[in-house]
């Protein structure tokens, strides 16, 4: 089992920023994929951003780029979403998800993930 905490949300106003981190702990896996995920009132979860481990490579929704970074730090376990220029549609419960035996590039649908937080709150007001 592998259990995912995630902090960092909050509120902010428009055009602020917000770092939210992913722990994991439990079980390892030699090649795998941390993502973020959000889903907003009434709306289907959403991936946001993802990152492999062996490869670092890092993956993007086109609604963040270049306003989200996602990194990792393996020693500590850690994933974080660095959020810059924060717009009011990026309201959203923010999730952290694995999956543990990644294949090719990281899934953007959330059946493609094994592991999930509990989510954190991020507010942005106009």
């Known amino acids: 089992q592998v259990q995912l905490v995630e902090s960092g949300g909050g509120l902010v106003q428009a055009g602020g920023s917000l770092r939210l981190s992913c722990v994991a702990s439990?079980?390892?896996?030699?090649?795998?994929?941390m993502a973020w995920f959000r889903q907003a009132p009434g709306k289907e979860r959403e991936f946001v951003s993802a990152i492999t481990r062996n490869a670092r490579s890092t993956y993007y929704a086109d609604s963040v780029k270049g306003r989200f970074t996602i990194s990792g730090d393996n020693a500590k376990r850690t994933v974080y979403l660095q959020m810059n220029s924060l717009k009011p549609e990026d309201t959203a419960v923010y999730y952290c998800?694995?999956?543990?035996?990644?294949?090719?590039?990281?899934?953007?649908?959330?059946?493609?993930?094994?592991?999930w937080g509990q989510g954190t709150q991020v507010t942005v007001s106009s």
């Open positions: 439990g079980r390892t896996f030699s090649n795998y994929a």
């Open positions: 998800a694995v999956d543990k035996g990644l294949v090719g590039i990281p899934g953007i649908t959330p059946t493609t993930y094994d592991y």
